[in-house]
């Protein structure tokens, strides 16, 4: 069972990136996802979270609230996180969770996690 973040790197401000969590050994199906973030020197904190594939309800930390997008591939058993119009205070290291009842801004709610991913918005 694992979860395996990826798709980070070094952007100009203004611009994009899509983070991928895939799964492996388990089905995404049943699980609500989370994206987290952890800043330097800050803690981690909620970005974004999409319910399991029967509902599909998705939910966004203000701050992100139109630039961000999650998506789900439940083909590719795989959750997106479309990054448009990037600033430089999304810097940070970016995390996938699982939570098996549905979305929460609360980390102590999700089970596994991927390894993270660095974005860096500099330019």
């Known amino acids: 069972v694992q979860l395996q973040a990826s798709g980070g790197g070094l952007v100009q401000p203004g611009g994009s990136l899509r983070l991928s969590c895939a799964a492996s050994?388990?089905?995404?199906?049943?699980?609500?996802i989370g994206w987290f973030r952890q800043a330097p020197g800050k803690k981690r904190e909620g970005v974004s979270c999409i319910t399991m594939v029967s509902d599909g309800n998705t939910y966004y930390k203000d701050s992100v609230k139109g630039r961000f997008t999650i998506s789900r591939d439940d083909a590719k058993n795989t959750v997106y996180l479309q990054m448009n119009s990037l600033k430089p205070e999304d810097t940070a290291v970016y995390y996938c969770?699982?939570?098996?009842?549905?979305?929460?801004?609360?980390?102590?709610?999700?089970?596994?996690w991927g390894q993270g991913t660095l974005v860096t918005v500099s330019s």
């Open positions: 969770a699982t939570q098996p009842i549905g979305c929460s801004w609360y980390e102590g709610d999700f089970r596994s």
């Open positions: 050994g388990f089905t995404l199906d049943y699980y609500a």
